[in-house]
């Protein structure tokens, strides 16, 4: 039978970690453990229950680093006054992450773990360049950039005794804009078929953009930068050209992400939009753009 | 209109609201009787194939398991799901309580029963089932190729009909038009999974609690089955959360009456959401190709089409629906010509069978996306096209010979094209922007009963308690749609007493009298009217009471307000319950009736539908962002619940032209499970539901109430597809209308993808 | 394993499987069948229940994710049988047909108003989101949250009062009132003189079968 292990502070979770095997699991909100857990066969031998460590749960500013809990929950997130200065971009991807029900109990560290290609807040936390700590059963505490975490679709490179204690990246100025963008098959409630975060530096004076960072979702196994659309961008002035570059830009991207596979017709031209979305989510001009039409 | 009606007309919660907003109310998957076991169905894996060899030994060593079921230690006696009454053979007898001979992934190989829902779940994972696989035939269109491939050994076309009426014109100038529609097979989507409880007695008899929508003929396929005489079978309708057709027939009761029968005790049976999903019936997939010619100014001439249905694994009521699917199109149009050839096709799918409006929505998908063509080739608008072409009340309905009764389905066109401003709406161009706005209209029919194809009747009795109350006594089959309220309404207005002091409740073979049960829109027009003959009967004996002793004659009595009332002198009354004390003393024939009402006529209910939606062109996902239902309902019994009838069936219309679709993969497997990947319409998208009604109290009806749970939901689904056409200039006509197919028919429109469940 | 779990303002011990679902456990252990399950992967949205103040879905957390939380239930919304307010909105709008997403509707709503006590149709309809209904195009359903909110909502469908305000109590007048008496009591005298006769002849003294 399944053993339940709440350990209640740091030191204790380490314990934990030190005597979990391959099939113990981690409960951060549940939303996708219940389930996965649920059928003949996959029970776990042990689950480290992390809902009694409220010292994971946090949003602060550390100097110029924001620093998330990994068991903050995606309402948390989604109502929180630094998130909303810091990283408009993760707030705005915590707000579309399911039903009211599961952000109000789904965790950031349980969606990242859980690695789901579509994962809105790995876009959003791509484009931040955020890292992960984390802790593992020998006490040894790891940082390393999301992108080297996230392998593909489910897969990390997290042990079975290590879990992730915290998100940090540089905490966006006000000088940044940033901005989060989703195609699902409807409005509220949906998988994302593509996401896009993205994040400038706008020179006000100057009229020029900075320290772009573009990063798409649910195409291909991780999300992942548009290095070279990012590059293209780079101190180019925020006017409709480059919208429209940075749509043709995503398109490519798109393309060169999923080459051959079912979707590409349709994604490729739904990038548009998802890109539309997510410039004039930068609220740089007025009125907003709008992609050419034949 | 009559106007002075007290109840009739008013807006009334259901009877059980109040046990329904505390989560007091016990549904079937709430039930539980003490000792009860609980069952978990083993599916087959494959799409087609021989089951060779069923290991259970390591699920029956696990403790609590009480047994293992399985194809070759159960009987294989056949039985039809789809069943009405004793002796009826639409439908072949196909089906057996667990297959040998597997035809689809989802059917039914074995079951589990154990002490626990848990042990059953666990044991069913451990029982290994060896096949021999044969090829399988996953599209209509394979089926219909294979000579040597069989699902049924009678053959893969389950049924053919053809419908031949009129005379067809001289056609000389008419202009012509095609179209070809295809329809998703989709799954109803109550949000209470299939459930249904049996107990086996030690007297030798049964009792059953089914949520399913009729419980004589769920008798009579279980006695039928298990060889029992009917005495012995009790079935009793519980509350359930919602069918919209999904429980009319019966595929879980048989199975579950069988296991209580083994077992001696009570057995539960509770499929999950995927398990609804594929292995009981859904909506089937049809594709309907439509071939017009009319005169120049629109006036239709002839009328031919073409239907193939989808029937999945097992026949059950596609044949029916396939002669159905056939009666649609002259009940809302005049055509001197009208041929159509319909036939379903057994595929190894998920099976096709009773939904919500019988093949009702999938024709008219197919003639309204149909009409806008002609009125496109022809530059008329298509409001003015469907016009000059509606039949007029009191019309013949050219194939079947039927009065349509009071159609009002013309004044539905013209007071919602008002009511909608369609004309000022419609000469708005969609621009050629990201977001496009269009508008379109659809007009559907539905029936009122069977007559006309099946003796169509109902039984009740109604009796007065001692102190003026009532009690109803009728085999009700609430589906949450008001239908135990609406009886009490129609008894209530005869009787003069309010609603509140009536009691009636649902179905049991036991006690209450024979009827059919909640399908083929019957309850309003059929038990309505018997309820309203049963309470005048009844009324009768009350007045009758009073004269006797009031020495007046029956002619100066009236009811009202729970008394006898003399019209010529407002003073006097005589109170229910003092008739009641009257009867308890002096040989007064009681106060209560039974009454056998014979329907005497199958009048049409109409709506129309307007919708206008917003086309993103960029992402290809469509938003519908103002909607009209008009309804010629009659009469409205229950007002407020036929306004919230039709909002809940635009929310299942706007599923079916958007969004809803149960396809199979090249394994046969529907690669969907639940909710996250099958999207019905949310709070967030869906729009206000504007309804109008048309009420003018023609027909056979009680107060000249017509149905409205079905029509409600049939032209739905191409007044959006129609929208969706006018806001983009195309012609798209598979259904539903995903982002895929809206952004391929905008930038590939050689390559939409076509409708991959047909 | 032992829980300790607070549900409706009771604190329950419970024996649980540690899998056991918060879903299961109220409706298993505590008999709470208010609570149902449509889906089993928090997609329907019928399984809502408030932890500590917040709509989650009780059919993707463990019951030992609730310990030590303030757990209300639809069976907790009414006071000692007075339905809430919004319940009665519910009932009033006609929100409510089937009734299978209404114990979860109910949830979700309640939570919102805790937290947002005035919100707007766009906030209710995301509120409601994760709450899936077949049955009633959600257009009543908002309009009774709206009405519970204390805004002027237009009711979709507007229910008359109860019975007891409607219905005319009703009554036989003091004349006729007299005649009835006195038919009974003729009646009832006749019968006492029967009963007093040999037994014999009461086989033709019957009351007349009813038609």
């Known amino acids: 039978m399944t053993e339940i292990v709440t350990p209640e502070a740091i030191d204790e979770l380490v314990a934990a970690l030190a005597e979990a095997t391959p099939r113990t699991r981690l409960l951060a909100g549940g939303t996708d453990l219940v389930r996965a857990i649920r059928q003949p066969g996959t029970e776990p031998d042990v689950i480290i229950d992390l809902t009694g460590l409220a010292e994971l749960s946090y949003v602060r500013l550390d100097g110029e680093t924001l620093r998330i809990g990994a068991t903050t929950t995606f309402a948390e997130l989604q109502g929180d006054s630094l998130v909303r200065e810091h990283a408009l971009c993760l707030g705005l991807a915590a707000a579309q992450v399911g039903s009211a029900q599961i952000r109000n109990i789904g965790t950031i560290g349980g969606n990242i773990a859980n690695a789901s290609p579509c994962a809105d807040s790995a876009t959003a936390l791509t484009a931040l360049g955020a890292a992960l700590t984390t802790v593992d059963g020998a006490g040894s505490v790891n940082t390393r950039p999301i992108a080297e975490v996230l392998l593909g679709p489910n897969r990390t490179s997290l042990a079975h005794n290590e879990a992730i204690t915290e998100f940090s990246f540089a905490a966006l100025g006000p000088e940044h804009r940033s901005a989060f963008a989703k195609i699902g098959s409807r409005t509220a409630v949906s998988v994302a078929r593509l996401s896009a975060a993205l994040v400038v530096r706008f020179d006000a004076a100057a009229g020029t953009l900075a320290d772009v960072r573009v990063a798409l979702g649910a195409v291909g196994g991780a999300a992942f930068r548009a290095a070279a659309l990012e590059r293209a961008l780079e101190g180019r002035p925020a006017d409709e050209e480059s919208a429209r570059l940075f749509a043709e830009g995503c398109v490519a991207a798109v393309q060169d992400s999923i080459p051959g596979r079912y979707s590409l017709p349709y994604k490729q031209h739904a990038a548009v939009g998802l890109a539309y979305d997510a410039w004039n989510g930068l609220a740089l001009i007025s009125p907003p753009c709008e992609p050419a039409w034949s | ?758 | 394993m032992q829980l300790l779990l607070t549900v409706n303002g009771m604190a329950h011990e419970v024996e649980a499987h540690p899998t056991a679902r918060l879903l299961d456990v109220l409706r298993d252990q505590l008999g709470l069948t208010g609570t149902k399950e449509g889906c089993a992967e928090g997609e329907c949205g019928a399984c809502t229940v408030i932890v500590d103040g917040r709509a989650v879905n009780s059919c993707v957390m463990l019951a030992v994710q609730a310990r030590g939380k303030k757990i209300v239930t639809v069976e907790g919304l009414a006071d000692d049988g007075e339905l809430d307010l919004l319940q009665r909105k519910f009932v009033e709008y006609g929100a409510v047909q089937c009734g299978y997403c209404t114990p979860g509707m109910l949830m979700s709503a309640k939570a919102l108003l805790l937290a947002n006590p005035v919100p707007s149709e766009q906030d209710i309809r995301i509120a409601l989101a994760g709450n899936l209904c077949r049955c009633t195009g959600y257009t009543a359903i908002v309009a009774a949250v709206k009405a519970a909110s204390g805004q002027d909502a237009t009711p979709a469908i507007v229910l008359p009062g109860e019975a007891d305000e409607l219905a005319v109590e009703a009554s036989t007048d003091p004349e006729t009132l007299a005649v009835v008496d006195e038919v009974v009591e003729a009646a009832t005298a006749e019968l006492a003189e029967r009963g007093a006769q040999a037994p014999d002849d009461l086989s033709s003294a019957g009351p007349e079968g009813g038609e």
């Open chain 2, 1 to 758: 209109m009559t106007d002075n009606l007290q109840y009739v007309g008013g807006s009334y919660p259901v009877h059980d609201v109040a046990q329904k907003v505390t989560g007091e109310l016990v549904y079937g998957s709430d039930f539980s009787v003490p000792g009860m076991l609980h069952a978990k169905l083993i599916l087959s894996a494959i799409p087609h194939g021989i089951v060779k060899r069923i290991d259970a030994s390591r699920a029956e060593a696990l403790p609590g398991v009480v047994k293992v079921f399985t194809c070759f230690n159960s009987p294989m006696d056949r039985f039809c799901r789809a069943r009405i009454h004793p002796g009826q053979d639409l439908s072949p007898h196909d089906e057996t309580l667990f297959s040998e001979h597997v035809r689809f992934v989802g059917d039914r190989v074995a079951a589990v029963v154990a002490t626990t829902m848990a042990t059953a779940q666990a044991a069913a994972a451990l029982v290994e089932v060896d096949y021999e696989e044969l090829p399988p035939l996953l599209t209509v269109d394979d089926a219909l190729a294979s000579d040597d491939i069989l699902v049924h050994s009678t053959g893969n076309v389950a049924y053919e009909h053809e419908v031949d009426k009129g005379e067809r014109p001289d056609l000389e100038g008419a202009v012509i038009v095609s179209s070809a529609t295809s329809t998703p097979r989709v799954h109803h989507a109550a949000l209470e999974p299939h459930v249904c409880i049996a107990q086996g007695h030690s007297t030798g008899g049964m009792t059953v609690w089914t949520t399913s929508q009729g419980v004589y003929a769920a008798r009579t396929v279980i006695a039928e089955l298990l060889h029992m005489e009917y005495h012995r079978v009790r079935v009793i309708k519980v509350p359930m959360g919602g069918s919209f057709g999904g429980k009319t027939e019966y595929i879980i009761e048989p199975v579950v009456a069988f296991l209580a029968r083994e077992t001696h005790r009570a057995v539960k049976l509770l499929l999950d959401r995927e398990e609804c999903m594929i292995a009981t019936m859904a909506r089937p997939a049809t594709r309907t190709s439509i071939r017009t010619a009319c005169t120049p100014d629109g006036e239709l001439l002839d009328f031919e089409a073409a239907t193939t249905l989808d029937a999945g694994a097992y026949a059950s009521s596609t044949p029916d629906y396939s002669i159905h699917m056939c009666k649609k199109v002259t009940k809302v149009y005049r055509v001197p010509h009208y041929q159509h050839r319909s036939r379903a096709v057994l595929t190894n799918t998920p099976v096709g069978g009773a939904a919500r409006g019988w093949g009702a929505p999938e024709m008219a998908a197919a003639t309204e996306i149909h009409m806008d063509r002609v009125a496109a080739a022809l530059r008329l608008d298509p409001v003015e096209l469907r016009l000059k072409n509606m039949v007029e009340p009191f019309d013949t309905d050219l194939v079947t010979g039927l009065p349509l009764g009071d159609a009002r389905v013309r004044e539905c066109l013209e007071r919602g094209a008002v009511a909608f401003d369609w004309a000022a709406r419609r000469a708005r161009p969609a621009g050629r922007g990201r977001f496009r706005r269009g508008v379109g209209v659809a007009a559907g029919a539905h029936k009122n009963g069977m007559f006309g194809a099946f003796p169509e009747a109902s039984n009740m009795s109604l009796k007065m308690n001692e102190d003026g109350t009532f009690e109803l006594n009728a085999s009700l089959h609430e589906v949450g749609c008001g239908i135990v309220t609406t009886m009490k309404v129609i008894v209530a207005e005869v009787l003069g007493v309010h609603p509140d002091r009536i009691a009636a409740g649902e179905a049991d073979t036991a006690t209450t009298p024979f009827d059919y049960g909640t399908y083929g829109s019957r309850v309003t027009y059929v038990v309505g009217a018997c309820a309203r003959a049963t309470a005048e009967k009844v009324k009768q004996r009350l007045l009758a009471a009073a004269a006797d002793l009031l020495k007046e004659s029956v002619t100066h009595l009236y009811v009202r307000d729970g008394a006898v009332r003399l019209r010529h002198d407002d003073e006097r009354a005589i109170a229910y319950r003092d008739i009641a004390r009257l009867g308890e003393m002096r040989h007064v024939p009681s106060i209560a009736a039974s009454v056998s009402y014979f329907a005497v006529s199958n009048p049409a209910s109409y709506s129309v539908q307007f919708a206008e939606v917003e086309v993103d062109c960029a992402t290809g996902l469509t938003a519908v962002t103002d909607f009209l239902a008009v309804a010629d309902v009659g009469r409205a019994i229950n007002r407020g619940m036929v306004e919230a009838q039709y909002q809940g069936a635009v929310q299942m219309g706007i599923g079916y032209a958007l969004y809803e679709h149960l396809d199979v993969d090249e394994r046969g497997r529907s690669g969907i499970d639940g909710f996250k990947n099958y999207h019905i319409v949310n709070a967030p998208d869906m729009p206000d539901v504007q309804v109008l009604l048309v009420e003018h109290e023609g027909d056979d009806g009680p107060f000249g109430a017509k149905s409205v749970g079905e029509i409600a939901t049939v032209p739905t689904g191409p007044a959006i597809v129609n929208a969706v056409n006018n806001a983009l200039g195309t012609e798209l006509s598979d259904l539903p209308l995903v982002p895929e197919r809206i952004i391929a028919a905008l930038h590939e429109p050689e390559e939409v993808p076509a409708c991959s469940s047909c």
